[in-house]
């Protein structure tokens, strides 16, 4: 699999993480609130929180691989035709909050269980702790995971929002560079 970009289109290896990690960071959000669902202590909370913890885990490993793909990938394709500068500028502002997200989040989950005293799975695993036992300032984090897990959520909204906004408003490519069918199918005039 080719991990360098053309002029016009993201490599496959990005475009399938890219989807990958959307689709386990909805399920990531889906399984902390379907949790709520369920009573305490209840078998089925339990195993949405597992899930939570593990998948939110796992994009942390994703993540760090992308990173190296971006590196590795060369140039990023340029969006035709090309945007004012100030979108230039809060699209990489905007990518770069979704990255600090992407890692920090998952981070903060295992502070927050090693911290708690808790055993941090990871699909048949068992993680190291990242701290000491700190149940009080695992609280703190927990309040501010939470929270920024929130606002993270909206940003990936405006994140798929705007690209819709450029593909079916402003008429350029910055969806189709990320998509896994060729542009040419996704064409206005076809």
Do not use: C
Not at 118 to 127: A, I, N, Q, R
Not at 170 to 176: H, P, Q, V, Y
């Amino acid at each position: 699999m080719n991990i360098k970009n053309t002029t016009t289109h993201y490599n496959t290896f990005s475009i399938v993480l890219h989807w990958l990690m959307f689709i386990l960071i909805v399920t990531v959000f889906g399984s902390i609130e379907l949790r709520e669902l369920f009573d305490k202590g209840t078998e089925t909370r339990d195993a949405f929180k597992m899930w939570h913890f593990m998948l939110g885990l796992a994009v942390l490993a994703l993540v760090s691989i992308r990173l190296v793909v971006r590196v590795l990938a060369g140039s990023t394709p340029a969006i035709k035709p090309e945007p004012a500068k100030w979108q230039n500028t809060l699209a990489k502002l905007v990518h770069l909050v979704l990255y600090v997200f992407m890692i920090a989040m998952p981070i903060a989950g295992w502070l927050i269980l090693s911290m708690a005293g808790k055993p941090v799975p990871f699909f048949g695993l068992e993680l190291p702790p990242l701290a000491s036992e700190n149940k009080d300032l695992a609280k703190t984090i927990k309040e501010l995971h939470e929270t920024v897990g929130e606002v993270g959520y909206y940003l990936i909204g405006i994140h798929a929002a705007a690209a819709l906004v450029h593909h079916y408003f402003l008429a350029d490519n910055t969806l189709k560079r990320m998509l896994p069918l060729k542009s040419e199918h996704l064409d206005k005039s076809e």
